[in-house]
């Protein structure tokens, strides 16, 4: 009988990370530090030093340690699977795979690198981590991975997910992180936030520099981000070589690889172990995907832009929007960053990596039917790549081609029902491309563009 | 490396149900025809004929049909985890092991036999199916398991929780199914109902009652019920004889199976396939939990009695609080039926299953500790079992005896995360055994009682 499944056991899980780094045919352009504009490191007071070794190192294959797989075997090796269903429903002669990571006690891929990160932390001693979180799903992630390395979490939740999204907040709760409503009164930014506006909803932006804050504040604190960097990535490429493997165990392999980017991690981490193939002249059409109302790839320049909104992070080169940009309210959360991973955007630079972006009315359409033939419910974030999976399946089906495609299914939409809700009642709309405020943003770019060009 | 997971593959996936019926050293009491008294099966309107045939038969083993295994393959084989990490955190020298069923994505237990049930109506030509649901759970299982077999599928919701939980609802909806706030316009007992009070919130009687008039009153129509009934039990023991398999590749034999019991389904699918050892003199503790607000086991006769409130239904010999019997508001909606699957009665009366109580604050105590270490967050039904997995390994703990213990993880609280609000804000509550309550149900036992004695 045919495989809907293709499992691995414990044994078989990746032992090691890939690092890209080691195999670009150019090298990626520097941190820059955001006062003096000389290539820097992650600042050390955020980070520890095992991550900024990661963040730079050229080593190809990177040793997970024990106690990090001993946590990745309580949900991993994850499955992929052969979506017949869908062909079938679709009507395409095209195989179509899906890496699914939702089946985490956190529900998405951002664990893998959580866990990782609580890991590294606690060998350096750090007793408590700080981060951000808007929707959630990073901050759930980070909650869990502090708890498993009895490390304290600090999660600053935008103070309008924060009431809006109770049980995302229960969740990071019930893993015993602290959640404080941002902006809050416990930083100097907040309370000078608050003292402008009492009533101030929060962004990501301010609930950053919060986290930041807080980090350097505290000798026993640092900080914690969920995508983007380097690290970020690598942590993610257990995904991709697991898919790998499962793909020769189905005796197939990617024509095309399809996946969402916010940052930029979920869909790095499937594509990234594929890249050294491709490299070597193997057929792959790699597909990232991002919304019409944060289109940074797409639209974007390349350009060297802060990584957060207060301008305290690093300068980085990549395809940004400015980030002072603030994205329309999409129901995708995490693909609402003004900026993109710096490998993703050089990678794309060089050629390997192609953009598109898509309305979310037509990506809800698609995902509730995926849905309705494959039982999962997608987080919003992948219904925009399953969107472009349509796309080609049915372009498949109008060639008579059979190609075989494969989906960075990244997590489940459990806590993201009322966007169905409105998609199903015909209230959902699109934001079309936010040019005027894109401009307007882009004229705030660090200084050091001219520079650097 | 120790193994954390035990993983089956595909073609390690049992292709038989267990039917105890074939084993049991007395036969079970026959089904009373409500109206007649007399034995009877199950009403043809309601069922179609291969469950019925199910209901009764005395076969060791049923074939599961290859399209109902193409379904089961999309999710199964659910994983054996060793809870090393809550072990450690017990400080106890027990070894436990749980079978999850929150993977798939109904997220329970449940779609094992939604599947099959929405397949077998399919198959007598049946369109559409109804069912009422409470909290939900069964109803999103059988949403998609009519979805998978392109059968129209309406959910009778009782109202207080059609409207506070809506994610339970859009789940459903996301699926195909139409959902209905019970009482409806839309059947008799619903419009007389609402001409008696306008507001009234509903309740499971008044839900299941609507589902059941509907589907004798239109030819392309059956009713589909979650738990209780044999054939529903039958279709479960995919789970128990998964972990068997499991727990010997972990070179391992339970000494303890914990579940929860509300209707009776999801334990039963795991420790049915344990019984022939039982019978054959291997010492196997077998305990069953249920809420001490509903303790139908613990505290109710073995009596006869109608397995719905209306009295519509066949009159059954189980341990009952009484048809008329409404529990108390615990978190756990699953376990508030007033009385229990007669196969689980019946081995409770042959000494071969034991059954406790317990209270919902503990419960969820134990269910954070869980939560804190294996990471899952447990619905609240499998909590009350985890909190005598607790019990268990701190007796041994306490004894220095290495017991093998084995949970029926039945489910993931990703939609009951307000119970864990309410534990860790202090509010939650415990409901005592509502004695006065139960007695008055129970003086409206059916007549036949005292002639069958």
New interface residues.
Partial sequence: ?K???F????KEMPTSWYNVLADLPEPLPPLLHPGTQEPTILPPPLFPAALNEQEFSQQRYIEIP?EV??IY???RPTHL?RAY?LEKALGTPAKIFYKYEG?????SHKLNTAVAQAYYNKKEGVKRLTTETGAGQWGSALA?GC??FDLECQVYMVKVSYYQK??RR??M????ANIVPSPSPDTNIGRTILSQNSDSPGSLGIAISEAVEDAFNRDDTKYSLGSVLNHVLLHQTIVGQEAKKQMERADAYPDIIVGCIGGGSNFAGVFLPFIPDKLKGKKIRIIAVEPEACPSVTRGPYTWDYGDVAGMAPIVKMYTLGHTFIPPKIHAGGLRYHGMAPIICHLHRLGLVEAKAVHQVPVFKSA?EF??A????PAPEPAHAIKVVFDEALACKESGESKTILLALSGHG??D??A??EY?TGKLEDYEYPKEMVEEALSHLPKVMAEMK
Same sequence: chains 1, 2.
């Avoid at 499992?7 to 414990?10: D, G, M, Q, Y």
């Avoid at 709760?173 to 015993?176: A, D």
């Avoid at 494959?374 to 419910?377: C, R």
């Fill in positions: 009988m495989s809907t499944k499992v691995l056991t414990e024990e797989q001993d075997k309580m949900y699977h269903r089946t985490s006690a956190a529900g869990l708890r498993l109770p049980y229960i969740l709760e019930t893993w015993g509730v849905a309705r494959e039982g999962i419910v459990h806590f029902l009322q169905y809700d199903l």
